[in-house]
């Protein structure tokens, strides 16, 4: 699956502390994505990376922040973590600038207490 | 940002019997991808779709693009236990994508 690998898979975490999702992929791609799922809502996008430090806001950015500083790795943090972001969260490749596909990590899913 | 409308939300069928799903925007699409989610799995990616009025097939499966390039469909065509998930469509302006809803399908056997 285009050798994606999010951590942590799951996490519990409590209100008001920090929490760092990883997005790590081992082909080289440029475009990557982190995405949020709720039911009701399909997916939305976070944020999203078009390249080492070179980062851009989705349209439910507040209270996310994200990092870039390897090809490899997608760094998703919540500063402080409230309970409406419990969610399963996805990290997404798209293969090649101009392509439409993309193609999604396992996902984490974090509850926040 | 762009408005993807899917529906119906949920899709109750016996096996062998067709399903369809429906994409729908207010305003014309550059492009449509359409998406297959298990239960506890992730998306995964289905096909594309880009020229007004397209039709693809992939086995059980026919994904159209509308003329005006304002709607898009997935049908499958007698259901098997397989083919339960969540089908979303999605489509892309600029570096970002904009998911609909989904279509949660389940198939009696």
């Known amino acids: 699956d285009a050798g994606i690998t999010q951590s942590p898979r799951h996490k519990v975490t409590e209100t008001g502390t920090p929490v760092t999702l990883r997005c790590h992929q081992t082909?080289?791609?440029?475009?990557m994505y982190w995405y949020r799922q709720d039911p009701g809502h399909g997916l939305r996008l976070i944020h999203y990376?078009?390249?080492?430090?070179?980062?851009d806001k989705g349209e439910v950015s507040d209270g996310y922040s994200v990092s870039r500083s390897k090809t490899e790795d997608f760094l998703l943090t919540l500063e402080s973590a409230t309970s409406s972001q419990t969610s399963v969260y996805f990290c997404?490749?798209?293969?090649?600038?101009?392509?439409?596909?993309?193609?999604f990590g396992p996902g984490t899913r974090l509850t926040v207490t | 940002g762009q408005q993807v409308m899917q529906i119906p939300q949920y899709q109750h069928v016996q096996e062998g019997e067709d399903f369809t799903t429906y994409c729908n925007s207010s305003t014309t699409l550059s492009n449509i991808q359409w998406y297959k989610q298990r239960p506890g799995g992730h998306p995964v990616f289905l096909i594309q779709?880009?020229?007004?009025?397209e039709v693809k097939k992939q086995k059980r499966l026919t994904f159209q693009f509308g003329e005006a390039k304002k709607n898009s469909s997935l049908h499958i065509t007698a259901t098997q236990t397989t083919d339960v998930g969540t089908y979303f469509c999605a489509e892309n302006t600029g570096n970002q994508f904009y998911f609909g809803t989904g279509t949660s399908l389940t198939v009696i056997p």
């Open positions: 082909e080289n791609h440029r475009y």
């Open positions: 990376s078009y390249g080492v430090k070179d980062t």
């Open positions: 997404a490749i798209t293969p090649a600038s101009g392509s439409y596909e993309q193609y």
């Open positions: 779709l880009v020229k007004s009025g």
